[in-house]
T-cell receptor
Framework: NAGVTQTPKFQVLKTGQSMTLQCAQD?????MYWYRQDPGMGLRLIYY???????DKGEVPNGYNVSRLNKREFSLRLESAAPSQTSVYFC??????????????FGQGTRLTVV | AQKITQTQPGMFVQEKEAVTLDCTYD???????LFWYKQPSSGEMIFLIY??????QNATEGRYSLNFQKARKSANLVISASQLGDSAMYFC???????????????FGQGTRLTINP
């Protein structure tokens, strides 16, 4: 039972490089999220997808794009990485409204360093 | 816009004591859910407890309980009989349930670092 799988776990980028963080869930969840967590800070929402086919901006969307490829997969793209995007990135998924168990399940995180 | 506030950056508690972690929230939506997560030093996010806005009873899960005061918009986490393994960051989160574009996002507070002393 894999749950939420993020790849890669670690990545070092040079300023200006691009990359895509991959996320897949096998729990048939409708909603998926991308967060970033800076040292000693809480989780800040970058983008989320309430259901397949929809995406919405969160609190800190600048510099990022997302794709909800299908119900299972939600990717996060950095087009031109900046040192300010050095962070730990978490993907999460949850059931939609109407279910009793609607907590979000998290991936293990991707530690990204931009030099 | 929904907002979550955790006013205690850090707390230190003696082992076996009970501890209350504060969380206040702000929303105009009458339908929402409140969550608490634990993040140990290893970094993973562990779900602890959930409270729905229409739930009549305060949620409980083992040693965790949620002191839900709807009129005050607070959802404090109570850990009874604390253990050394409870040392971690704790996050409060909220999700609105409106079926409106842009709603239903899950938003987190800044967190409280809890340290249990032997």
């Amino acid at each position: 039972n894999a749950g939420v799988t993020q790849t890669p776990k670690f990545q070092v980028l040079k300023t200006g490089q691009s990359m895509t963080l991959q996320c897949a869930q096998d729990m048939n969840h409708n909603s998926m999220y991308w967060y970033r967590q800076d040292p000693g800070m809480g989780l800040r929402l970058i983008y989320y997808s309430a259901s397949e086919g929809t995406t919405d901006k969160g609190e800190v969307p600048n510099g990022y794009n997302v794709s909800r490829l299908n119900k299972r997969e939600f990717s996060l793209r950095l087009e031109s990485a900046a040192p300010s995007q050095t962070s730990v990135y978490f993907c999460a998924s949850s059931r939609a409204q109407g279910y009793t168990n609607t907590e979000a399940f998290f991936g293990q995180g991707t530690r990204l360093t931009v030099v | 816009a929904q907002k979550i506030t955790q006013t205690q950056p850090g707390m230190f508690v003696q082992e076996k004591e009970a501890v209350t972690l504060d969380c206040t929230y702000d929303t105009s939506d009458p339908s929402y859910g409140l969550f608490w997560y634990k993040q140990p030093s290893s970094g993973e996010m562990i779900f602890l407890i959930y409270q729905g806005s229409y739930d009549q009873q305060n949620a409980t899960e083992g040693r965790y309980s949620l002191n839900f005061q709807k009129a005050r918009k607070s959802a404090n986490l109570v850990i009874s009989a604390s253990q050394l393994g409870d040392s971690a960051m704790y996050f409060c989160a909220m999700r609105e349930w409106r079926r409106v574009q842009g709603a239903q996002k899950l938003v987190f507070g800044q967190g409280t670092r809890l340290t249990i002393n032997p």
